[in-house]
């Protein structure tokens, strides 16, 4: 398996994508500490960036390596080798790449700009560390969808429309679901299925980390929703004629 991990890994840091994705990070993040002297700032910029795009580059990479590489990986089956430590082997070769090729993108404007003598190394840890576990996250579901599905233009279908879900959908869903059941104390209901979503949860931590609760979107999205219901019966109960005996 390590052998396989290695292969792998070190063929995927040679693909002119990972350098597209690595000088990516690298350029946007150079930027924003050149706009911006505030790191919290930065951060926060970064969050919106890394939370929609690194779930959709590691899907798009997942998918693409397991097509590309399929024969090679029916040679590599017609040897003695277990197909669990294969996939697996293939499977962190790709995550490491990814994680590697962000960790270097952001991490490296970050480490130039003195980030290691800033109070904001914490909160940059939590946020490399959340576009890690995206990383591994979506390149696995990316991984799982290829294995179920030897149609190319099914799995690609279903790949971007797995992410489409979690990026997008969801949150849709979700507030759609809080604006309907306003009346009813949704709080912990709220928690656990936002626990569901990979992205929610990456949001979440990170924004708590940053101690700036005001920023998370659902949970005071219902408290506001909450408001403006309670406002407006009180503000009906005000308008509503006092009712006088005969």
Do not use: C
């Not at 399929?70 to 990814?98: D, K, M, V, W």
């Not at 190394?121 to 599905?149: E, K, P």
């Not at 949001?203 to 219901?229: E, H, Q, V, W």
Request: charged residues 15%; proline residues 2%.
């Amino acid at each position: 398996m390590f052998k396989i991990l290695r292969y792998s890994f070190s063929d995927l840091m040679r693909s002119r994508w990972t350098y597209f994705y690595f000088g990516f990070f690298l350029l946007f993040t150079l930027g924003l500490l050149f706009l911006s002297s505030d790191v919290g700032k930065v951060i926060i910029s970064l969050m919106n960036v890394i939370l929609i795009l690194v779930p959709l580059i590691a899907t798009m990479f997942g998918i693409m390596f397991y097509y590309n590489s399929r024969e090679f990986t029916e040679l590599l089956l017609a040897q003695p080798l277990s197909r669990t430590q294969l996939f697996i082997g293939q499977y962190l070769g790709l995550a490491l790449s990814l994680s590697a090729s962000l960790l270097l993108g952001v991490g490296l404007p970050f480490l130039v700009y003195g980030i290691f003598m800033s109070a904001e190394i914490w909160n940059f840890a939590v946020l490399l560390l959340n576009g890690i576990l995206l990383s591994f996250i979506f390149s696995g579901m990316a991984f799982w969808i290829a294995l179920r599905h030897e149609n190319r233009i099914k799995g690609f279908g279903l790949a971007i429309m797995m992410w489409l879900f979690f990026a997008v959908i969801y949150d849709g869903i979700f507030l759609l679901g809080l604006m309907w059941f306003s009346d009813y104390p949704l709080e912990y209901v709220s928690l656990g299925v936002s626990l569901l979503n990979p992205i929610d949860l990456s949001r979440i931590l990170i924004l708590l980390k940053l101690d700036i609760s005001a920023l998370m979107g659902f949970f005071n999205f219902k408290k506001y929703s909450d408001g403006r219901t309670k406002n407006r019966r009180r503000h009906r109960r005000r308008r509503l004629p006092h009712r006088r005996g005969f």
